[in-house]
C-alpha cells in the first residue's frame, strides 16, 4: 500500500511559478513509477508529467518546456515544478504511483488527495 500526500498549489498570477510536491509512504520512489495529472472542472483527467523507476520522464505537450517532474528519492519525495503558469493550467493536481508505468494514462493504483493551482490572468 502507497500513501500520498500532495503540497504547494496555491494561487499565482499568470507568468508565475509553483512547485507542488508530493510525500510517498509505503513504498520507496527508487522502485515505482510515479506521475502527475490534473483534472479542471467540467474536464477529464489528464496526464501533465511521469518519471519511470529508472528516471526517464514524459511529459504532456502543453507543459513541455515550462514543467519538469523529479523526485528524491532519499526523501521520499516527488515534485513538479511549474514555470510561465497560465490560466489555462488552473486545475487540481493530483500525485499518481504504481508498480506499472502508465505513462499519462491514469490507470495508476495509488493516488493523493490533490493540490489546487489556481492561476489568474
Known amino acids: 500500500q502507497v500513501q500520498l500526500m500532495e503540497s504547494g498549489g496555491g494561487s499565482v498570477p499568470a507568468g508565475g511559478s509553483l512547485t507542488l510536491s508530493c510525500a510517498a509512504s509505503?513504498?520507496?520512489?527508487?522502485?515505482?513509477?510515479i506521475a502527475w495529472f490534473r483534472q479542471a472542472p467540467g474536464k477529464e483527467r489528464e496526464g501533465v508529467a511521469a518519471i519511470d523507476s529508472d528516471g526517464s520522464t514524459s511529459y504532456a505537450e502543453s507543459v513541455k518546456g515550462r514543467f519538469t517532474i523529479s523526485k528524491d528519492n532519499a526523501k521520499n519525495t516527488l515534485y513538479l515544478q511549474m514555470n510561465s503558469l497560465n490560466p489555462e493550467d488552473t486545475a487540481m493536481y493530483y500525485c499518481?504511483?504504481?508498480?506499472?508505468?502508465?505513462?499519462?494514462?491514469?490507470?495508476?493504483?495509488?493516488w493523493g488527495q490533490g493540490t489546487q493551482v489556481t492561476v489568474s490572468s
Open positions: 499518481a504511483a504504481d508498480q506499472v508505468y502508465w505513462v499519462l494514462v491514469p490507470r495508476y493504483n495509488y
Open positions: 509505503g513504498h520507496t520512489y527508487s522502485s515505482i513509477c
